[in-house]
Nanobody, 120 residues
Framework: QVQLIESGGGLVQAGGSLRLSCAAS??????MGWFRQGPGKEREFVAG????????RYADSVKDRFTASRDNTKNTVYLQMDNLKPEDTAVYYC???????????????WGQGTQVTVSS
């Protein structure tokens, strides 16, 4: 079973940046991505990235601010978050699946979650 280990969450001022990392161990997966769940909200898809040609998908709310990338030699994905806003405050979860659509709609594996707090 794949284990996803996240890091990089924290507290940042509005307009600042954070970089989340997710390292996968065990079985590899073709696609990985990120979800988030804010206070009183349901979990929502944030970004995803495919394996080889690195096709990406983003929620409209984070386009042009967040960038997903991956290092396949390390089996690690990253989420660079720039120009953060208070509404980005949430627990962020790494996810993995067998395709970009699978990650977005029904991920097979989940990380433990990491808190991102953006102050105004």
């Amino acid at each position: 079973q794949v284990q996803l280990i996240e890091s990089g969450g924290g507290l940042v001022q509005a307009g600042g940046s954070l970089r989340l990392s997710c390292a996968a161990s065990g079985l590899s997966t073709p696609a990985m991505g990120w979800f988030r769940q804010g206070p009183g909200k349901e979990r929502e898809f944030v970004a995803g990235i495919s394996l080889s040609i690195r096709i990406t998908r983003y929620a409209d709310s984070v386009k042009d601010r967040f960038t997903a990338s991956r290092d396949n030699t390390k089996n690690t994905v990253y989420l660079q978050m720039d120009n953060l806003k208070p509404e980005d405050t949430a627990v962020y979860y790494c996810a993995a699946g067998y395709s970009l659509s699978n990650v977005q709609n029904d991920p097979k594996y989940w990380g433990q979650g990491t808190q991102v707090t953006v102050s105004s």
